[in-house]
């Protein structure tokens, strides 16, 4: 079954609409991630607004982005109440987690966050410890791709292997040697998933 479709059964408008928010901190690939999901969506069709937002962050500092991938137009890229979250350090948990939609999705990295949010229990959460399996694979900066692949998996969207396949679009040149290692945390973030069924 293809996620629009999915998606269109759940919605008696017969639309489809998810506003995601990936947050953490200056240098863990968060607006990557973001550009990553908003390209793929994009290149099946269907209707992407992704705002980044750095504030005054340096390395280190939060940031965060807003993807909503729809089959119909998008009145704003602003996203207040998101269907989904990828989190990815406490300070951004803290930040979002309240925001996040009744039967929203949860996704965070466990490597950096101890214990499980506090959420309603009509929240989905997911804990992934997306840095050990980076590390594992031997690029701590790969992080962000695991997140990104389980959150592909859980939410039944279009699949690691699309996501990949648009990476060599979203990376930049210099940075196509890391195209393998990228590759294969999406992988193993969707792996995690079903291991987790």
Known sequence: MSWVTKYEMQDTRNEFYEEVVIAGF???GVML???LLAHTAMKRGLEVTYMPSYG???RGGTANCMVIIAKNKIA???VSRPDSLIIMNKASL???ASRLKAGGLLIFNSSLIDGEPQLPDTIEILAVPADD???ELGNLKAA???ALGAYLQKRGLFGSDAAADSLVDILAKRHHRTLPVNTKALHRGAEYVVSRS
Request: positive net charge; charged residues 15%.
């Open 33 to 35: 991630a973001g550009k």
């Open 133 to 135: 399996i980076a590390l």
């Open 26 to 28: 200056g240098g863990q």
């Open 56 to 58: 005054a962050e340096v």
């Open 94 to 96: 803290s930040k979002f």
């Open 144 to 146: 962000n791709m695991v």
């Open 76 to 78: 704003s890229p602003l």
